[in-house]
């Protein structure tokens, strides 16, 4: 019997049996392999768009304003400010968190609201709103009327900040319109620079000095009129948002002796 004849059939079959089991298991490896590509493949495209998420996310908070509860129509935003103003005059003004809301507004600012406030120190427009900070927009000059630079400060709170209303803001026994109307009066130039307050309440002083009773405060009034109607008139900018109704320009005055803030029609 020859060598061949001799050899049992079944090696030949294992023989062929450990091909297959090489075979096998190079393809099991390859697939393995395969698999472990389309994971890690997986991997870096649920990276990308985590990052892609954690991007969008930083954005949304870039753009989002430091006080969403200031982003209000004007009608809310007078309504606010005299909601204020009301606890401001009861004594029962709010606590405000001066350091949570420092932290906020470190990025940016979203005033609810614009004020044109005279100079003279008992009038705070933060303490008579009850606001915080970052909550008004405040312009102040004795005899509370718009300047070139306050109409420029104005398009900035509007275009810029988005703020929605305008107040004009005079008070009782106002020093500078009272000075104006004895200036006038008395024909007599005050000293320094104070010939330009004059020049810039003049024409409210005039518009009633023919009226009999209370002149300064009737100059007050007009002084408020004359500057909300500048203002809301001020081409290109204050003009075209109020058209497009979302600015409103209004006038009021403040009450020395008890705080209320008085609107005017
Ligand atoms: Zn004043």
Same mark, same amino acid.
């Given at each position: 019997?020859?060598?061949?004849?001799?050899?049992?059939? &079944?090696?030949?079959?294992?023989?062929?049996?450990?091909?297959?089991?090489?075979?096998?298991?190079?393809? @099991?490896?390859?697939?393995?392999?395969?698999?472990?590509? #389309?994971?890690?493949?997986?991997?870096?495209?649920?990276?990308?768009?985590?990052?892609?998420?954690?991007?969008?996310?930083?954005?949304?908070?870039?753009? =989002?304003? $430091?006080?969403?509860?200031?982003?209000?129509?004007?009608?809310?935003?007078?309504?606010?400010?005299?909601?204020?103003?009301?606890?401001?005059? #009861?004594?029962?003004?709010?606590?405000?968190?001066?350091?949570?809301?420092?932290?906020?507004? =470190?990025?940016?600012?979203?005033?609810? /609201?614009?004020?044109?406030? *005279?100079?003279?120190?008992?009038?705070?427009?933060?303490?008579?709103?009850?606001?915080?900070?970052?909550?008004? &927009?405040? *312009?102040?000059?004795?005899?509370?009327?718009?300047?070139?630079?306050?109409?420029?400060?104005?398009?900035?709170?509007?275009?810029?900040?988005?703020?929605?209303?305008?107040?004009? @803001? !005079?008070?009782?026994?106002?020093? /500078?319109?009272?000075?104006?109307?004895?200036? @006038?009066?008395?024909?007599? /130039?005050?000293?320094?620079?104070?010939?330009?307050?004059?020049? /810039?309440?003049? $024409?409210?002083?005039?518009?009633?000095? +023919?009226?009999?009773?209370?002149?300064?405060?009737?100059?007050?009034? +007009?002084?408020?009129?004359?500057?909300?109607?500048?203002?809301?008139?001020?081409?290109?900018? @204050?003009?075209?948002?109020?058209?497009?109704?979302?600015?409103?320009?209004?006038?009021?005055?403040?009450?020395?002796?008890? !705080?209320?803030?008085?609107?005017?029609?």
């Amino acid at each position: 019997m020859c060598e061949t004849c001799r050899e049992n059939p &079944f090696d030949r079959f294992r023989l062929s049996r450990r091909k297959m089991l090489i075979v096998a298991a190079s393809l @099991l490896s390859v697939k393995a392999a395969g698999a472990k590509e #389309e994971k890690r493949k997986e991997k870096k495209e649920e990276k990308k768009e985590e990052k892609k998420e954690e991007k969008k996310e930083e954005k949304k908070e870039t753009n =989002a304003p $430091p006080k969403p509860q200031n982003v209000l129509s004007p009608d809310a935003s007078l309504e606010r400010l005299l909601k204020g103003n009301s606890r401001y005059v #009861e004594g029962v003004s709010l606590r405000h968190d001066f350091k949570h809301e420092r932290e906020a507004l =470190a990025g940016g600012q979203n005033p609810y /609201a614009a004020i044109l406030s *005279c100079a003279d120190s008992r009038i705070a427009p933060e303490y008579a709103f009850d606001s915080g900070r970052g909550d008004l &927009f405040v *312009c102040r000059v004795a005899g509370n009327f718009a300047t070139s630079e306050v109409i420029a400060s104005m398009e900035y709170a509007v275009a810029v900040l988005g703020v929605p209303l305008i107040l004009v @803001l !005079g008070h009782e026994s106002c020093g /500078a319109v009272d000075a104006a109307i004895k200036s @006038l009066r008395d024909d007599k /130039a005050l000293p320094g620079h104070m010939p330009s307050l004059v020049d /810039a309440v003049a $024409p409210a002083v005039k518009a009633v000095s +023919q009226q009999a009773g209370d002149v300064l405060g009737k100059a007050i009034r +007009q002084n408020v009129i004359d500057n909300v109607g500048k203002l809301s008139s001020a081409t290109p900018i @204050l003009s075209a948002a109020v058209e497009q109704r979302k600015l409103k320009v209004v006038g009021g005055v403040y009450g020395l002796r008890d !705080g209320r803030v008085e609107m005017m029609a």
